[in-house]
């Protein structure tokens, strides 16, 4: 039987079937920004991969050695995933990026289920101040599937347009 954890997991990991579909985006949409001022679809993902890849290097170590979680601030930690974006990396290696990071992400959230639930803190609170629920990497995890969907609605919106 498979867990209400577990299927969350899966749930982050199966968002990189729909990127896959992106592989066959025209590369002026991929660099042409989903509204004005906004991101282009090839920052979304490299922003999407930055998060993911944080989650691996820096809080699941933290986690795992029972200290507090810090989140950077968001604005200057995704230029510099819009910035890798614009390096000239490919669409397609930026995509297979993020799928290999996302489910690298996953396969070590599934290995170890105890750092997924554990109650931690985060920059300093240990509710969420929107829900007024604990902290847990899985609860994260749950606001990053709705951050993976209001990004996958913005995608949709501009390819809908052509």
């Known amino acids: ?37 906004k991101a282009t ?22 986690i795992k050695r029972g ?7 968001f604005d200057s ?18 995509l297979n990026e993020f799928r290999q990071t996302r489910h690298q992400l996953v396969e070590i959230l599934l290995a170890e289920t105890d750092i997924t639930t554990k109650y931690i803190t985060v920059n300093g609170m240990s509710n969420s101040p929107s829900a007024d629920t604990p902290y847990s990497l899985l609860y994260i995890i749950h606001e990053f599937i709705e951050h993976d969907n ?3 609605g913005q995608i949709l919106a501009l390819l809908n347009q052509v």
């Open 67 to 73: 200290e507090a979680v810090f989140f950077p601030d």
């Open 150 to 152: 209001h990004h996958k």
């Open 77 to 94: 930690f995704n230029e510099i995933a819009y910035e890798y974006a614009r390096s000239g990396i490919s669409k397609d290696n930026l």
């Open 41 to 62: 679809i090839g920052e979304i993902i490299s922003h999407l991969k930055g998060w993911d890849s944080y989650l691996i290097t820096t809080v699941i170590p933290a």
């Open 1 to 37: 039987m498979i867990s209400l954890s577990d299927e969350t997991l899966l749930q982050y990991k199966e968002f990189t079937s729909w990127t896959d579909i992106l592989h066959d985006v025209q590369i002026s949409l991929w660099l042409q920004p989903i509204a004005k001022g």
